[in-house]
């Protein structure tokens, strides 16, 4: 792969080695190397993006898929991902596109140009950037949103949230709506299972809800790393005191996979306990994902308890309400409804 696209937020180092400061993790890249997310490329001293466009992962999903139940409920996004990843998070369940490099991926590229069409032409409601962490292709989202705004789709971010605050808030500024992970609740955990942040993390959930970005959050259950009371205290208490109680929670099923298979599924009984507390606690839409009950996924109004959107499985029916408003007791329910 030739250079391409000049990276931003690059700086020099000794010789010719550069710090690049997109994320956190401030990579140290010699000549001819690649940061921890695989497609930021140092050639000559200067740093390239080499997943730029690339996007070898290209499917129509319904919107709760990403997971989003209060945005746009019961539509379609085309949703796209890329390579790479700059988290090492060993239980990583996509790790085939996160660990991947764009080395021998050059037909997969969609040009800037392509991406809007694509988008209108399959019906979708606009783009879902997920599957790998999307805010690593910054130089192709700079270039690409405008466009997609423009022309009033929809833009969709799945992320980790794990990104320096300037370019973050870039990509925050045009985007509709957001799922970002909060994979735990300490320093150690987010150093130990994911090789981040966790202070970095959540500065930038605030700052896109701030923005008025539609935020939900996921947090993936692993039995015996992240499922302990404090830290299940500590997330509730922090959406709580810096967000808000009616941004949707969304408590999702480990499932052994890439480095972490000793571990075994989280009990949905765990599950069941910690949406009880979260409820419990003032949080008015908690979920449960990757299993299936009951209720796990309805839409129940925080005021009166109508259920305003049953879901079975990925499919929806709205019946309670209209424009986001309860039709029983008015109550404004959080979210993206047109």
Not at 124 to 134: D, H, L, Q, R, W
């Amino acid at each position: 792969m030739q250079p391409g696209v000049e990276a931003e937020y690059q700086f020099p180092h000794e010789g010719v080695s550069v710090r690049c400061e997109l994320c956190p993790n401030s990579c140290i890249i010699p000549d001819g190397g690649r940061g921890i997310c695989s497609v930021r490329v140092n050639r000559g001293g200067a740093l390239f993006a080499d997943g730029y466009g690339i996007y070898p992962a290209v499917h129509m999903d319904p919107i709760e898929k990403k997971p989003l139940n209060h945005f746009l409920p019961g539509s379609s996004i085309l949703s796209v991902g890329s390579v790479g990843c700059n988290l090492r998070c060993l239980h990583c369940q996509n790790h085939s596109l996160a660990r991947g490099s764009p080395l021998g991926l050059e037909d997969s590229r969609i040009p800037p140009g392509e991406m809007v069409g694509i988008s209108m032409k399959r019906g979708s409601v606009g783009i879902a950037f997920t599957y790998n962490e999307p805010t690593i292709n910054f130089e192709y989202l700079m270039d690409v949103l405008p466009d997609l705004r423009g022309s009033g789709a929809r833009v969709v971010m799945v992320t980790n949230g794990h990104l320096s605050p300037e370019p973050w808030k870039r990509v925050m500024s045009m985007t509709d709506g957001a799922n970002i992970d909060v994979k735990g609740f300490t320093e150690e955990f987010y150093r130990d299972v994911t090789g981040g942040s966790l202070r970095s993390v959540l500065e930038n959930v605030r700052a896109a809800f701030d923005m008025g970005v539609h935020v939900e959050l996921t947090y993936l259950v692993i039995p015996g790393r992240n499922d302990d009371g404090d830290q299940v205290a500590g997330f509730l208490q922090w959406v709580r005191d810096h967000l808000s109680t009616s941004v949707p929670l969304h408590f999702t099923r480990f499932h052994p996979d890439h480095r972490m298979t000793d571990v075994p599924p989280t009990p949905v009984k765990t599950l069941e306990r910690i949406r009880g507390e979260a409820v419990d606690s003032g949080h008015e839409h908690v979920y449960i994902g990757n299993a299936w009950g009951d209720g796990f996924n309805d839409t129940n109004c925080p005021g009166c308890g109508k259920v305003l959107i049953n879901r079975d499985g990925y499919s929806t029916r709205v019946k309670g309400f209209k424009n986001g408003i309860c039709s029983s007791c008015k109550r404004e329910i959080y979210g993206v409804w047109k």
